[in-house]
């Protein structure tokens, strides 16, 4: 069973930033593109960030662009979301996703995703 460990969430001032890290406890993702999806209470779950397979294209949702970075190191089966100047609105838990389509771009919706990790909570204070 291909698991998803999310880690790095914390509490944060405003305009502070943090790394939330994402690891493969079993199985690979290299060939699958992954993404990250946040939850706030009382909201929708929403997508903030998608990167391919390859590392070389990536989506972000507007919200967060030019704040928020994704990255991946195959190598070590490893997603990562770099936050800065976060908000007290970036409040949320944080998944981490993957499809189970290989070799694709990188994706925006829900549907598009098979596996999801357990979150991590990231708090903004203001």
């Known amino acids: 069973q291909v698991q998803l460990v999310e880690s790095g969430g914390g509490l944060v001032q405003a305009g502070g930033s943090l790394r939330l890290s994402c690891a493969a406890s079993?199985?690979?993702?290299?060939?699958?593109?992954m993404g990250w999806f946040r939850q706030a209470p009382g909201k929708e779950r929403e997508f903030v960030a998608g990167i391919n397979w390859s590392g070389s294209s990536t989506l972000y949702a507007d919200s967060v662009k030019g704040r928020f970075t994704i990255s991946r190191d195959s190598a070590k089966n490893m997603v990562y979301l770099q936050m800065n100047s976060l908000k007290p609105e970036d409040t949320a838990a944080y998944y981490c996703?993957?499809?189970?389509?290989?070799?694709?771009?990188?994706?925006?919706?829900?549907?598009?995703?098979?596996?999801w990790g357990r979150g991590t909570q990231v708090t903004v204070s203001s």
């Open positions: 079993a199985g690979t993702f290299s060939a699958n593109a």
């Open positions: 996703v993957a499809t189970s389509e290989f070799y694709s771009g990188p994706k925006r919706f829900i549907h598009e995703y098979a596996y």
